[in-house]
C-alpha cells in the first residue's frame, strides 16, 4: 500500500524529455513507482491532467536568517520551491566565530535579514533550524570566513590568517555544506588578488566541490571578472558557477553576456566544469554601500560611516564615482534614477522606501552624491537597494545557454524587498514559457530541477523516477502566477495546486498544511 498515489497527471521527470501521462506512488518519503500504477494508495490525487514535476531547486538564496523565523517557507511552497541553498555571495551566516563577529553580522543584515545569534557551525544552525517546510542546504561563504578571520581590513592575509581560514572551511565541508561561496564584489574578498585567492582556495583543488561566484565585477569590467574566474576553475580543477550572469549599464549591455556565453561554451569544451545562472528580472537587490567605490569599505562599516561623514572621503569617493570604471560602479552605469533605497529606519527616511536616489535628492533640494551619503551616514550604512541594472534580451540570452540555470537571488532585507523573493519561479513559467516562448516547459523545469541537484550531488532529488525523493509540485501552466510588483512585491504567487516534500503534502490544493517535513541537509 502506497502512502499517496498522484494519478492523471502529465510528468515532467526533469530530465528535459517531454511530459508523459501516468502516475506517481510515493511511500516512506520517496517515489515508490511511476507509469500505469493499480496498487492502492492511503490516499489519492486526481491530478485532473496538470502537470507532476520535481520540486523546484532554488540554488542561489540568502535566507540564511530567514529559515530560522517562525512562519519561513510560504513565498517558497508557492513557487513549488522544496529545495533551497543559502549561504551564496561569499556572505553565509554559518559558520560565524571569533572577535568580528558583530561585525560580520552587521554586514549580512541587509541580505540574509537581521540574526542576532551566532553559529559557529553548521550543527549548531541545523538543530536551530530544526524541521522546515522544505529543504535547504548551505554554502561556505568564504567572505564570512575571511571576515571572521580578519575582519574587513585590506591587504595580504597573514600565514596564521590563512591557515585559520583553510580549517574553517575544512570543518564546515565535512559538516555538510555543499559547496562554496565567493564574494568577490563584496568587502573583504574583493580585497584579494588572484593569487592571494588561489592560496585561500587551495584545499578545494581537484575536490569536485562547486565553487559559486558573485564575480569581482559585472559592469566594464565582467569579462575580465569571467577570464579570472576561469583561471581559477584551471588551476583548481573544481567545479566553478558563475552566480547571476549579468551586464550591468546600458553600454554593456547585449556586448558583454554575448562575449562571456560564448566564452564559457569555449571553457567547457577545453574540459573545464564551468555553468552560469540567472534571476529572471531586470533588477538586483543588495546592500546599498555596493555603490560606492570598494576601498572605502577596508575598516568595516564603522569606518564607511566615518568617512560619509567626512567632507575631504565625501570629495575622494564623489571622484571615484564620477568616472571610475576599474570597480562595479552603479552609479556611473545605471544612474541615480535606476538605484531605490530600501530598509531605510530612521522616521525622516521611512517616507523614502522604495524610492530612488535621484528622487530622494530631488525632494531634499540635494545633489544626488549629498543625498546617497547623507542617506547612508545617517543610516549606518544599512540600507540596501533594488538596482535596475540588466537587459532583457541577456536575460533571455543567458536562459537559452544549454549550461545556464535559473534562480531567485533572494535577499530578506527588513525593509522592501525585491520580488523574486515570492515569484522568480513563477516567472520563469509565466513570462519566459508561456508568454514568450524563450524555453519550452520541459527544458526550464530541467534547468531548476535535474540540473541543479546534479550540480551539488543532490542525487536523488530534481528527478521523477522510483527511488528518488518524493519531492514534487502539481501545476496548470495556465495558472501560474507571480502576484508581486515592484512597489507591492510581498505577494505570494499562484498556480502551485500541491507541493510534496519527502512525501508529505506540504501544499494541498492551493493552501498550505503548515507540515515541517524539511530539514537543513
Ligand atoms: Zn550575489
Not at 111 to 117: A, L, N, S, V
Not at 381 to 394: L, T, V
Amino acid at each position: 500500500m502506497f502512502d499517496h498515489l498522484i494519478q492523471n497527471v502529465q510528468i515532467l521527470d526533469g530530465s528535459s524529455a517531454p511530459a508523459f501521462s501516468g502516475s506517481v506512488a510515493l511511500a516512506g518519503g520517496t517515489i515508490a513507482a511511476v507509469g500505469h500504477i493499480s496498487a492502492p494508495a492511503a490516499h489519492t490525487v486526481d491530478g485532473g491532467g496538470r502537470y507532476l514535476a520535481p520540486g523546484f531547486i532554488d540554488i542561489h538564496r540568502h535566507a540564511d536568517a530567514a529559515l530560522l523565523s517562525p512562519g519561513f517557507g510560504q513565498a517558497e511552497l508557492a513557487q513549488g520551491l522544496t529545495t533551497i541553498i543559502n549561504g551564496n555571495c561569499g556572505v553565509s551566516l554559518v559558520p560565524v566565530d571569533g572577535p568580528h563577529q558583530a561585525a560580520v553580522l552587521d554586514y549580512l543584515a541587509p541580505i540574509t535579514g537581521r540574526c542576532d545569534r551566532v553559529f559557529p557551525t553548521l550543527g549548531d544552525y541545523r538543530a536551530a533550524a530544526g524541521a522546515l517546510p522544505l529543504h535547504a542546504g548551505m554554502l561556505v561563504g568564504m567572505g564570512t570566513l575571511r571576515a571572521c578571520a580578519a575582519g574587513f581590513r585590506d591587504g595580504a592575509l597573514t600565514e596564521e590568517e590563512c591557515r585559520a581560514i583553510h580549517a574553517a572551511l575544512e570543518r564546515a565541508l565535512a559538516d555538510g555544506a555543499l559547496g562554496v561561496s565567493l564574494g568577490l564584489g563584496y568587502a573583504p574578498e574583493c580585497f584579494y588578488t588572484t593569487e592571494q585567492l588561489l592560496q585561500v582556495l587551495a584545499p578545494l583543488r581537484r575536490s569536485g566541490r562547486v565553487i559559486t561566484v558573485h564575480m569581482r565585477q559585472e559592469g566594464d569590467g565582467v569579462t575580465e571578472a569571467l577570464e579570472e574566474m576561469l583561471a581559477v576553475a584551471r588551476a583548481l580543477e573544481t567545479p566553478v558557477e558563475i552566480s547571476h550572469l549579468k551586464a550591468i549599464g546600458k553600454r554593456n549591455w547585449r556586448r558583454a553576456v554575448p562575449e562571456m556565453l560564448a566564452r564559457i561554451a569555449q571553457a567547457r569544451e577545453e574540459g573545464l566544469d564551468v555553468m552560469c545562472d540567472v534571476y529572471p528580472y531586470p533588477a538586483g537587490s543588495t546592500q546599498l554601500i555596493h555603490v560606492l567605490p570598494p576601498e572605502f569599505q577596508a575598516g568595516g562599516l564603522s569606518a564607511l560611516t566615518a568617512a560619509l561623514r567626512d567632507p575631504e572621503d565625501r570629495a575622494r569617493m564623489r571622484r571615484r564615482m564620477e568616472t571610475g570604471t576599474d570597480f562595479e560602479n552603479i552609479v556611473l552605469l545605471a544612474g541615480f534614477e535606476n538605484i531605490l533605497a530600501a530598509s531605510l529606519r530612521r522616521p525622516e527616511n521611512v517616507p523614502f522606501e522604495g524610492c530612488s536616489i535621484a528622487a530622494i535628492a530631488a525632494a531634499q533640494g540635494k545633489d544626488p552624491y549629498d543625498a546617497l551619503f547623507d542617506l547612508l551616514a545617517a543610516e549606518d550604512c544599512g540600507p540596501s537597494m533594488i538596482d535596475f541594472i540588466a537587459d532583457e534580451a541577456d536575460i533571455e540570452a543567458i536562459l537559452r545557454a544549454p549550461f545556464s540555470g535559473v534562480i531567485s537571488d533572494a535577499t530578506y532585507p527588513a525593509g522592501l524587498p525585491h520580488p523574486r523573493v515570492y515569484g522568480a519561479f513563477p516567472r520563469l513559467l509565466e513570462t519566459y514559457v508561456r508568454q514568450r516562448g524563450v524555453l519550452a516547459l520541459p527544458e526550464a523545469v530541467h534547468k531548476i530541477t535535474r540540473q541543479p541537484a546534479d550540480r551539488f550531488g543532490l542525487t536523488k532529488k530534481g528527478r521523477i523516477q522510483p527511488g528518488a525523493d518524493a519531492d514534487l509540485c502539481l501545476f496548470g501552466l495556465e495558472r501560474v502566477r507571480e502576484r508581486g510588483t515592484w512597489s507591492q512585491p510581498d505577494q505570494l504567487a499562484e498556480g502551485m495546486d500541491w507541493v510534496f516534500t519527502a512525501g508529505v503534502p506540504v501544499v494541498q490544493e492551493g493552501q498550505s498544511t503548515g507540515l515541517r517535513p524539511g530539514r537543513v541537509l
